[in-house]
Protein backbone atom coordinates (compact mmCIF):
# COMPACT_ATOMS: atom_id res chain seq x y z
CA UNK A 1 0.00 0.00 0.00
CA UNK A 2 1.49 3.52 -1.03
CA UNK A 3 1.38 6.38 0.78
CA UNK A 4 -0.66 9.15 -0.98
CA UNK A 5 -0.65 12.73 0.33
CA UNK A 6 -4.03 14.77 0.79
CA UNK A 7 -4.67 16.52 -2.37
CA UNK A 8 -3.13 13.86 -4.48
CA UNK A 9 -5.10 11.95 -7.27
CA UNK A 10 -5.47 8.22 -7.93
CA UNK A 11 -3.66 9.29 -11.01
CA UNK A 12 -1.01 11.34 -10.16
CA UNK A 13 2.34 10.76 -10.36
CA UNK A 14 5.07 11.35 -8.26
CA UNK A 15 7.33 14.70 -9.19
CA UNK A 16 10.71 14.07 -10.92
CA UNK A 17 13.14 14.95 -8.26
CA UNK A 18 15.63 18.10 -9.26
CA UNK A 19 18.31 17.25 -6.86
CA UNK A 20 21.73 18.34 -7.45
CA UNK A 21 25.15 15.67 -6.33
CA UNK A 22 27.92 17.44 -5.03
CA UNK A 23 31.09 16.43 -5.84
CA UNK A 24 32.95 14.69 -3.20
CA UNK A 25 34.57 17.02 -0.74
CA UNK A 26 38.28 17.49 -0.27
CA UNK A 27 37.16 17.51 3.83
CA UNK A 28 35.75 13.74 3.08
CA UNK A 29 38.85 12.68 1.05
CA UNK A 30 41.33 14.52 3.91
CA UNK A 31 39.46 12.85 6.76
CA UNK A 32 39.66 9.02 5.37
CA UNK A 33 43.28 9.76 4.73
CA UNK A 34 43.82 10.98 8.61
CA UNK A 35 42.09 8.08 9.72
CA UNK A 36 44.13 5.66 7.18
CA UNK A 37 47.13 7.58 7.82
CA UNK A 38 46.46 6.89 12.49
CA UNK A 39 45.75 3.52 11.71
CA UNK A 40 48.59 2.29 9.26
CA UNK A 41 50.97 4.29 11.64
CA UNK A 42 49.58 1.95 14.56
CA UNK A 43 49.40 -1.18 12.96
CA UNK A 44 53.34 -1.37 13.40
CA UNK A 45 53.43 -1.83 16.90
CA UNK A 46 50.53 -3.16 17.38
CA UNK A 47 51.30 -6.26 15.32
CA UNK A 48 54.59 -6.54 16.71
CA UNK A 49 53.38 -6.68 20.11
CA UNK A 50 50.33 -8.87 19.94
CA UNK A 51 51.70 -10.85 16.49
CA UNK A 52 55.27 -10.95 17.21
CA UNK A 53 56.26 -9.71 13.80
CA UNK A 54 54.95 -6.82 11.48
CA UNK A 55 52.61 -7.55 8.26
CA UNK A 56 54.82 -7.77 5.44
CA UNK A 57 53.98 -5.75 2.02
CA UNK A 58 54.44 -7.75 -1.36
CA UNK A 59 54.52 -5.97 -4.24
CA UNK A 60 51.36 -7.57 -5.05
CA UNK A 61 49.74 -5.18 -2.58
CA UNK A 62 50.89 -1.75 -4.98
CA UNK A 63 50.38 -4.08 -8.55
CA UNK A 64 46.59 -4.47 -7.57
CA UNK A 65 46.41 -1.29 -6.24
CA UNK A 66 46.99 0.39 -9.83
CA UNK A 67 45.28 -2.43 -11.90
CA UNK A 68 42.38 -0.68 -10.03
CA UNK A 69 43.44 3.19 -10.86
CA UNK A 70 44.17 1.73 -14.46
CA UNK A 71 40.56 0.95 -14.90
CA UNK A 72 38.98 3.70 -12.86
CA UNK A 73 40.69 5.77 -15.08
CA UNK A 74 39.99 4.10 -18.45
CA UNK A 75 35.87 4.20 -17.40
CA UNK A 76 36.54 7.80 -16.67
CA UNK A 77 38.06 8.75 -20.35
CA UNK A 78 35.25 5.86 -21.89
CA UNK A 79 32.70 8.06 -19.75
CA UNK A 80 33.85 11.16 -20.90
CA UNK A 81 34.29 10.55 -24.40
CA UNK A 82 30.33 9.04 -24.40
CA UNK A 83 28.83 12.08 -22.45
CA UNK A 84 31.34 15.27 -23.31
CA UNK A 85 32.59 14.61 -27.12
CA UNK A 86 29.85 12.35 -28.50
CA UNK A 87 27.32 13.68 -25.93
CA UNK A 88 25.25 10.89 -25.41
CA UNK A 89 23.59 11.07 -22.23
CA UNK A 90 24.22 7.64 -20.06
CA UNK A 91 20.91 6.13 -19.33
CA UNK A 92 20.30 6.90 -15.39
CA UNK A 93 21.09 3.81 -13.60
CA UNK A 94 24.22 3.68 -15.14
CA UNK A 95 25.47 7.13 -14.21
CA UNK A 96 24.33 6.44 -10.55
CA UNK A 97 26.30 3.15 -10.58
CA UNK A 98 29.29 5.23 -12.10
CA UNK A 99 28.73 8.14 -9.55
CA UNK A 100 28.46 5.70 -6.84
CA UNK A 101 31.69 4.04 -8.06
CA UNK A 102 33.49 6.30 -8.07
CA UNK A 103 32.66 7.89 -4.87
CA UNK A 104 33.12 4.60 -2.98
CA UNK A 105 36.12 4.36 -4.76
CA UNK A 106 37.57 7.49 -3.93
CA UNK A 107 37.01 7.78 0.13
CA UNK A 108 38.43 3.86 -0.16
CA UNK A 109 41.47 5.12 -2.04
CA UNK A 110 41.82 7.72 0.39
CA UNK A 111 42.03 5.52 3.63
CA UNK A 112 43.96 3.12 1.52
CA UNK A 113 46.55 5.63 0.68
CA UNK A 114 46.80 7.11 4.07
CA UNK A 115 46.86 3.40 5.88
CA UNK A 116 49.96 2.76 3.19
CA UNK A 117 51.45 5.81 4.09
CA UNK A 118 51.43 5.90 7.79
CA UNK A 119 53.20 1.96 7.29
CA UNK A 120 55.78 3.18 5.75
CA UNK A 121 56.22 6.11 8.18
CA UNK A 122 56.55 3.70 11.11
CA UNK A 123 59.47 1.74 9.59
CA UNK A 124 61.13 5.11 9.33
CA UNK A 125 64.36 5.56 10.81
CA UNK A 126 64.18 1.51 12.11
CA UNK A 127 67.42 -0.06 11.61
CA UNK A 128 65.58 -4.03 10.75
CA UNK A 129 66.44 -5.79 7.99
CA UNK A 130 62.83 -5.71 6.04
CA UNK A 131 62.30 -1.83 7.32
CA UNK A 132 63.60 -0.12 4.36
CA UNK A 133 61.56 -2.48 2.61
CA UNK A 134 58.57 -2.45 3.59
CA UNK A 135 58.91 1.56 3.67
CA UNK A 136 59.38 1.26 -0.23
CA UNK A 137 56.59 -0.74 -1.22
CA UNK A 138 54.25 1.12 1.36
CA UNK A 139 55.33 4.08 -0.36
CA UNK A 140 54.58 2.64 -4.05
CA UNK A 141 51.15 1.31 -2.99
CA UNK A 142 49.90 4.77 -1.19
CA UNK A 143 50.98 6.26 -4.47
CA UNK A 144 48.74 3.87 -6.35
CA UNK A 145 46.23 4.86 -3.49
CA UNK A 146 46.33 8.17 -4.77
CA UNK A 147 46.30 7.18 -7.86
CA UNK A 148 42.65 5.57 -7.61
CA UNK A 149 41.24 8.66 -5.69
CA UNK A 150 42.55 10.79 -9.23
CA UNK A 151 40.91 8.67 -10.95
CA UNK A 152 38.04 7.92 -9.07
CA UNK A 153 37.85 11.77 -8.89
CA UNK A 154 37.76 11.78 -12.67
CA UNK A 155 34.87 9.23 -13.15
CA UNK A 156 32.62 11.12 -11.09
CA UNK A 157 33.76 14.29 -13.16
CA UNK A 158 33.06 12.96 -16.17
CA UNK A 159 29.43 11.86 -15.46
CA UNK A 160 28.88 15.09 -15.27
CA UNK A 161 25.79 16.53 -17.77
CA UNK A 162 25.23 19.73 -18.83
CA UNK A 163 21.39 20.98 -17.31
CA UNK A 164 18.94 21.93 -19.59
CA UNK A 165 19.09 25.66 -17.75
CA UNK A 166 22.88 25.51 -19.20
CA UNK A 167 21.17 24.54 -23.15
CA UNK A 168 19.31 28.09 -23.34
Known amino acids: M ?3 RSG ?3 GDEP ?3 TGHLRPTSGGALA ?3 VVGLVGGWLLHPAAERFRDGA ?3 TWAQPLALLLVAAILGATAYLTW ?8 RLEPHRAVN ?5 RACALVGALVAGGYLGYAVSWLGMDTE ?3 QRAWRSAVAAAAGIGIVVTSLLLERACRVRSEEDDT
Open 15 to 17: PQP
Open 31 to 33: AWT
Open 130 to 132: LAT
Open 8 to 10: DQP
Open 81 to 88: RTVQVEQV
Open 55 to 57: PIV
Open 98 to 102: RLVLA
Open 2 to 4: SAR
